[in-house]
């Protein structure tokens, strides 16, 4: 693809014709907006413990490749192997042009912490597992990304099945449920596909598509992808993303015959909701119900 492709936001056409109804206007009382939202998800005097501090990098850089060990195996059980398709990567916590990712060919039901590979932004790899090259296509969008977003700890992509199937579309998601809402104003549409990411140019629309705060960018005839402080709430984004898909799918089919019509979340609502329940601390907060039962159905394996 040429660079000089431009990565719209939304398409000309809207293929979706299913009816939209607004419900009216009623005032809802807001609450626990004097505290942290992971404090307020929390009743009593006990709060959900969030991201933990580390004495060294040493320490902290395990920590991530655990994590991102068992959002892998979390992957492999929720079915979104596809071959060797798919990555997650994490910045090194202290090189700032270092991201650990995946190797090519290893079943992510497989995947340890002992087996995820260093690379720089040149390309070099130059740290952790040797025995395997990265993914090219995971290389050039993934450096992308972190390139153009410092903020962007962790970043996931995988070819899903309901990712798929709506990203043919070229249209984001609507705000049809309360969980859709942690996307609210915060995905775009990368309606510009160019084939297989074998070029750094299209690594770098894909980039550009994501756009310089949103969380997710659904890639229109290839995927998702979303990104985080921590893998966790990378990971957890992306599965929630992937079910929001699924539903938006299932609401359109239901809506197509015409007796039925969607109802759509008002901006008040999902604003409140996007603030509260897709804060960073409170994502990773949610995978953590994942990652526990992983450490306990293998029992630790992923961490070696």
């Not at 492999?76 to 990555?87: F, L, M, N, Q």
């Amino acid at each position: 693809m040429s660079p000089s492709a431009i990565a719209d936001l939304l398409p000309t056409t809207l293929p979706i014709t299913s009816k939209t109804i607004t419900p009216a206007k009623e005032h809802h009382e807001h609450g626990m907006q004097d505290k942290t939202p992971i404090a307020a998800i929390s009743h009593g005097d006990v709060v959900l413990p969030g991201v933990p501090s580390f004495t060294s990098m040493e320490l902290k850089r395990q920590w991530q490749l655990e994590h991102m060990a068992a959002a892998f195996r979390h992957w492999s059980r929720e079915g979104y192997v596809e071959g060797i398709s798919g990555h997650i990567s994490v910045r090194d916590p202290e090189a700032e042009d270092v991201f650990w990712t995946n190797p090519l060919g290893k079943h992510f039901g497989l995947l340890k912490a002992s087996d995820m590979i260093a690379v720089n932004f040149d390309g070099e790899v130059v740290g952790g597992n040797r025995t395997r090259p990265p993914n090219a296509a995971g290389f050039l969008i993934h450096s992308a990304v972190h390139k153009a977003r410092p903020d962007v700890h962790a970043v996931c992509h995988a070819h899903t099945v309901y990712g798929k199937a709506w990203s043919a579309f070229g249209k984001p998601i609507d705000m049809l449920t309360q969980d859709s809402c942690k996307f609210y104003n915060a995905h775009s549409v990368y309606n510009s596909y160019g084939g297989v990411v074998l070029a750094s140019a299209e690594g770098e629309l894909i980039a550009k598509a994501l756009g310089p705060t949103n969380k997710a960018c659904i890639l229109q005839n290839h995927g998702l992808i979303t990104v985080g402080n921590t893998v966790d709430e990378a990971a957890f984004l992306f599965l929630s993303l992937e079910h929001a898909c699924q539903t938006q799918l299932l609401v359109e089919a239901a809506s197509q015959g015409g007796n039925l019509s969607k109802v759509l979340i008002s901006d008040e609502e999902a604003e409140y909701t996007y603030r509260m329940e897709s804060d960073s601390e409170t994502c990773y907060a949610e995978f953590q119900a994942y990652y526990d039962w992983e450490d306990y159905h293998t029992k630790g394996d992923f961490k070696n």
